[in-house]
């Protein structure tokens, strides 16, 4: 038997919470099995799907942890992509940049974001006074070494000391 269609209040997000649950999770011990899962008690899944309370943000990662293609629909109300990145893999970069290959004004704006953590790793010299934020050269010397670099991925920006 397939899961019923969505047909409730698709801009209230307990309810997209409690359309999962009641379509994926077992019955009839669905809240026991939750329970069971993840170390929610089952009073609080019943709590949500009996609209007595709001879903918390563990069982948010719990659900999403098991069903990670509903995540932006179960979050935002809407299905976003079915592409997740995690920026400790190689090539994330990369990869984020060449979803969003045509788009340039998104493209844009990532390597606007980006650009002042990545520029040294592609041995782009910064300042503090010529940042990519003020400077689009430097934006599109930063995407033109994205695109012809060899590496497989900047290394992941972590904590800077300052000295």
């Given at each position: 038997?397939?899961?019923?269609?969505f047909?409730?209040?698709?801009?209230?997000?307990?309810?997209?919470?409690?359309?999962?649950?009641?379509?994926?999770a077992?019955?009839?011990?669905?809240?026991?099995?939750?329970?069971?899962?993840?170390?929610i008690?089952?009073?609080?899944?019943?709590?949500?799907?009996?609209?007595?309370?709001?879903?918390?943000?563990?069982?948010?990662?719990?659900?999403?942890?098991?069903?990670?293609?509903?995540?932006?629909?179960?979050?935002?109300?809407?299905?976003?992509?079915?592409?997740?990145?995690?920026?400790?893999?190689?090539?994330?970069?990369?990869?984020?940049?060449?979803?969003?290959?045509?788009?340039?004004?998104?493209?844009?704006?990532?390597?606007?974001?980006?650009?002042?953590?990545?520029?040294?790793?592609?041995g782009?010299?910064?300042?503090?006074?010529?940042?990519?934020?003020?400077?689009?050269?430097?934006?599109?010397?930063?995407?033109?070494?994205?695109?012809?670099?060899?590496?497989?991925?900047?290394k992941?920006?972590?904590?800077?000391?300052?000295?």
């Amino acid at each position: 038997m397939t899961p019923d269609r969505f047909s409730g209040d698709a801009n209230d997000f307990r309810e997209r919470m409690i359309w999962l649950i009641q379509n994926f999770a077992g019955k009839p011990t669905r809240y026991k099995m939750l329970e069971t899962q993840f170390g929610i008690s089952a009073r609080k899944w019943q709590n949500v799907c009996n609209r007595a309370q709001q879903p918390s943000i563990e069982m948010v990662a719990a659900l999403a942890s098991i069903y990670p293609f509903f995540l932006s629909w179960m979050v935002m109300g809407k299905a976003q992509t079915i592409m997740q990145l995690d920026p400790t893999e190689p090539g994330w970069f990369k990869t984020l940049l060449s979803s969003v290959e045509g788009a340039t004004n998104a493209q844009t704006d990532i390597l606007h974001r980006y650009a002042d953590r990545l520029l040294e790793d592609f041995g782009i010299p910064t300042s503090s006074s010529d940042t990519s934020a003020t400077n689009a050269a430097r934006r599109e010397k930063l995407a033109e070494a994205l695109r012809e670099s060899p590496k497989a991925s900047p290394k992941v920006p972590g904590p800077t000391s300052k000295t």
